[in-house]
């Protein structure tokens, strides 16, 4: 295994062994899943015995305390803290923070205005500031702020660390474990990182707690924590880890996406030039909305496209095996890591002609959200595996779907993206696509974008509808009140309380829905 671009081996030995291969690690096996038909037969229809995580010492137990529901095996305590998330993320509970992430996506255009060298900033802040309203009630306004700062360079460490060979090799060889932190200088670094990130999220929901009692908060998810919290005997730190998971999921995916959709308009320019007619053509001299969407076929194919063409997760999080399995001939140990080779699945030629192309036309019939792609019976016509599978499937789709539409089509509707020039010859500078961060979920490296404003007419009308939104906010510039519409689901544990849903393949008669409840 190279120390980077992992992916590229796995998508070379996924050529070299076909769809379903094994490597013996130490004392462990991996399953390495690189076809949509074995993702769909396994992850989705065995998922009762697919949904664990393998045992990740270092980026689950030393630098998040065992807390991180990411990383969290299968059992009770997974299965409630995923049922609070449903509580507050499923399709109906989603629709409440579209005013969110309409006041933030003009927020953004503004900054996208005023400093537009500073994008990868403004996209962070973007989807920071969703996530910090939907989970804790409150915006983030800047973009050099401390905590969204740290937020983000932790982030990116714990995915470093995880991903690391330091890591793998403290899983395969657990013996390891017991050598000194001087000897293991990734293991002190690791719990000083965990102490860092455990004051963040636990400070976080502290804040929103004491407001609660104060009868201050705003309503937003971690509301349904603290009701929950004493029913459930869950702790501070279990309940500020799980909404500093979200955080971290809200925030960081969308905006690693949204960055790969600016680098693609540089490397392939005649994207914007369609995106930017069919959006003229359907909005004209208007800012587009959600209402667009259906007539913006072109627009909705670059969202698919972006998480095709640079897939954030791009080795998935590996699933576990909770008992021994047969598929194919193969037999599949209980406990074995099984990787969602989502790089190798979304650069098959025989999926996608030219896949290293970015071309949104080849999604030019296909309608579906992301939640209707995963769960679609033919695996063949599922658009993208960057939200997982199977009962780990990401619960923020619904939301992730919609605030990169409105990022990518009011962007494209309000700016031109160029390439940077090389004043030392006068040449543009094209990105590079393999220039990625290292980890378990990656995003591309800095790089350089000339952004203008299409028109001054644009620009003006981006300044008249942020003042439009200045009116809903305080002189602190957060919300006076709470969206209209904004209905807080309390989290009920009397019967038939909904904690699970997840789906079935059934022979020849689609999907069946199995919901659990308590």
């Known amino acids: 295994m190279p120390k980077e671009k992992g992916h590229l081996q796995f998508q070379k030995w996924a050529n070299e062994y076909g769809p379903i291969y094994s490597l013996i690690l130490g004392t462990q096996v991996m399953i390495v899943l690189s076809s949509d038909r074995v993702v769909k037969d396994l992850l989705d229809a065995r998922s009762a015995i697919y949904s664990s995580r393998p045992e990740m010492y270092l980026g689950q137990r030393v630098v998040s305390g065992g807390l991180r529901i990411v990383l969290m095996e299968y059992g009770e305590l997974w299965r409630t803290l995923r049922g609070i998330i449903h509580n507050g993320l499923n399709v109906k509970a989603s629709l409440a923070y579209v005013p969110y992430q309409d006041l933030e996506s003009k927020a953004m255009l503004c900054g996208f205005l005023e400093q537009p060298s500073q994008f990868f900033k403004h996209l962070r802040r973007y989807t920071n500031s969703i996530s910090t309203q939907m989970i804790f009630g409150f915006r983030t306004l800047d973009t050099d702020d401390p905590k969204l700062e740290q937020l983000f360079r932790g982030f990116e460490k714990w995915s470093e660390l995880a991903g690391s060979q330091t890591a793998a090799l403290l899983d395969v060889f657990p013996i390891l474990r017991y050598l000194p932190d001087s000897l293991l200088p990734t293991k002190r670094y690791a719990k000083e990182l965990h102490k860092k ?71 392939f320019p005649e994207v914007a030039t369609l995106a930017q007619t069919e959006i003229d053509r359907v909005c004209g001299d208007r800012i587009p909305d959600l209402s667009d969407l259906p007539n913006l076929p072109y627009t909705r194919g670059i969202i698919k496209e972006s998480m095709r063409w640079m897939p954030t997760a791009i080795l998935g999080i590996p699933h576990a095996t909770t008992r021994d399995d047969e598929y194919l001939g193969y037999h599949i140990p209980s406990g074995s890591g099984v990787m969602l080779n989502v790089w190798a699945i979304h650069n098959d030629p025989s999926r996608h002609s030219e896949p290293r192309r970015f071309d949104p036309s080849r999604w030019a019939h296909d309608s579906q959200t992301s939640a209707a792609a995963a769960t679609n019976r033919d695996p063949a016509k599922r658009d993208h595996f960057g939200f997982g599978a199977g009962r780990r499937i990401c619960q923020g789709m619904h939301i992730a779907d919609r605030n990169l539409f409105l990022a990518i089509s009011r962007l494209l509707w309000a700016f031109e993206f160029r390439r940077a020039v ?58 006076k009140a709470a969206p209209e519409g904004l209905v807080q689901y309390p989290f009920d544990l009397l019967k038939g309380h909904v904690v699970e849903i997840y789906f079935v393949p059934m022979q020849n008669k689609g999907l069946r829905s199995h919901i659990r409840v308590i």
Not at 428 to 439: A, C, F, Q, W, Y
Not at 457 to 478: G, V, Y
């Open 197 to 267: 990130e455990y004051g963040l999220y636990v400070g976080h929901f502290l804040d929103t707690k004491k407001k609660f009692r104060e009868g201050k908060a705003t309503p937003c998810l971690c509301l349904d924590l603290i009701r929950a919290q004493d029913e459930l005997e869950l702790s501070d730190g279990i309940a500020g880890y799980l909404s500093g998971s979200l955080l971290e999921a809200g925030s960081d995916t969308s905006a690693s996406t949204l960055i790969g959709f600016i680098q693609a308009l540089l490397i």
């Open 422 to 479: 090389d004043p030392s010859t006068g040449e543009e500078i094209v990105p590079t696509p393999e220039d990625l961060t290292n980890g378990l979920l990656v995003c591309p490296n800095s790089f350089d974008a000339d952004i203008k404003p299409r028109n001054e007419f644009k620009a003006e009308a981006i300044r008249a509808e942020w003042s439009k939104m200045t009116k809903l906010l305080d002189d602190k510039l957060q919300w």
